[in-house]
């Protein structure tokens, strides 16, 4: 047994933390994660970054900002309100560049941030909380700093207490020095709109953080359900003055895909499944690390927990671009399942009842497609009856296995 270990050690093929983070299929996961982060981000800039065509008309040419999934009006009306040019740097936010390039240069820099982020989490909490202090101290000097110390030296040279703001005497004002961490927090909460889940993601996946992904999870999630909510005109009518774009109350004509899905719901539907494919694949090296850091010593040079662990990680790739495979079809067919059944009665017993329904609007609406979901829900938990689902999934599952058998005699041979 000593033996094999050796030679499994020899071979590189342990499972200790250092060498399983070089192993293909990790890095294929954390590559997939990050792939599935950028095209999330693509996507909703490209969906969700617009403003409202009427707030843009009424600034008519000047400078406007909405809370919209967009930065650089952001970062061009702070620029306007504080009469100067941006503290940050064009090539950290991305100022000046046209379309999704400017979202490259930010993400660099996020990227960046990661890096260093893991560099001093390897460090001693000792250093870690000096580093902090250090960057809390420094914050603190250059943005109070001035203020704090002009407003001392006035109160010293002219032997009285006074309140820096408001003051007759303009030597007695000392406000304007605030302008500047003003603008600069300004700026910071303008490209945290975009790339707080960027940064945040991207310390999930290399990083092995899980309060980082759930943190990114949430801001997503809540921003899709805020905009959901505006497709009702109710809502849409209590934040009309903010300018932000709503969906369409309709999902539109399914002309995609042979008449499967509308643009709308292609777009809706990519955002559901790079978000589920950004959670499970970086959720999935989290739990994997979490694994090999419980076992003994002993069991990490083990051939044998080796060969079982390299056959849950093939199952589990296998699994997980199966599942979102599938979960993308179905999503699609649920979408459209009303259509599908009118058509199979229309084919069976054409009527005007059939045609009625059709042609009606309210199944184009934002909940005529979820109740289309739910009937989709409600025949295949009725089918169940009738299919027997557990002979159909044992069926692909031993297909599946029989391939992960072929491609481990391959890997030994």
């Known amino acids: 047994m000593s033996k094999m270990s050796e030679e499994g050690h020899n071979n590189g093929k342990t499972l200790r933390l250092r060498s399983l ?10 590559v997939v994660a990050t792939a599935s982060l950028a095209m999330l981000i693509l996507t909703m800039t490209s969906k969700y970054g617009e403003c409202d065509q009427d707030f843009i008309d009424e600034a008519d040419g000047e400078s406007y900002w909405c809370p919209a999934f967009e930065h650089t ?49 390897t460090r001693d909490s000792k250093l870690r909380r000096r580093l902090r202090i250090g960057i809390y101290s420094t914050a603190l000097i250059f943005g109070l700093g001035p203020f704090l110390f ?28 605030l ?50 909510l505006l ?30 899905v509308s643009p709308l719901a292609f777009e809706l539907i990519t955002i559901s499944v790079v978000l589920f494919l950004f959670f499970e694949s970086s959720h999935m090296c989290i739990r994997l690390f979490e694994y090999v850091a419980m076992l003994p010593e002993s069991a990490r040079t083990d051939p044998e927990h080796i060969r079982m662990f390299q056959t849950v990680l093939n199952t589990h790739l296998f699994q997980l671009f199966g599942v979102v495979s599938l979960a993308t079809l179905l999503t699609a067919v649920a979408l459209d399942f009303d259509e599908i059944l009118i058509t199979v009665i229309s084919e069976f017993q054409p009527n005007q009842w059939s045609q009625q329904v059709n042609d009606s609007l309210e199944l184009q609406m934002t909940y005529g497609k979820v109740i289309s979901a739910g009937l989709f829900l409600l025949f295949f938990s009725m089918a169940r009856y009738l299919v027997p689902w557990q002979f159909v999934l044992g069926w692909f599952e031993s297909l599946f296995r029989g391939g992960q058998k072929s491609i481990a005699s391959d890997n030994e041979g």
């Open 73 to 121: 009006r952001g970062i061009a009306y702070v620029e306007q309100s504080f009469q100067r040019d941006a503290i940050l740097p064009d090539v950290i936010t991305g100022v000046g560049q046209v379309g999704s390039t400017s979202l490259l240069f930010p993400s660099v820099f996020c990227l960046l941030l990661t890096g260093a982020h893991a560099i001093a989490s």
């Open 179 to 228: 302008l500047l961490p003003m603008q600069v927090i300004s700026e910071f909460i303008v490209m945290g709109v975009v790339f707080a889940p960027v940064l945040f993601g991207l310390i999930g996946i290399w990083n092995l953080s899980m309060r980082a992904i759930v943190a990114t999870m949430s801001y997503i999630v809540m921003f899709l359900i805020f905009h959901a």
């Open 150 to 177: 002009e407003w001392i030296a006035g109160m010293v040279t002219y032997r009285q207490v006074y309140i820096p703001f408001g003051q007759d005497l303009e030597i007695f004002n000392h406000g304007d020095r």
């Open 21 to 30: 983070r070089t192993r293909w299929q990790i890095l294929a996961l954390q």
């Open 231 to 260: 497709t009702f005109e109710a809502v849409l009518d209590s934040v009309q003055g903010i300018g932000l774009n709503p969906l369409p109350a309709q999902i539109g004509e399914s002309t995609m895909f042979g008449g499967l």
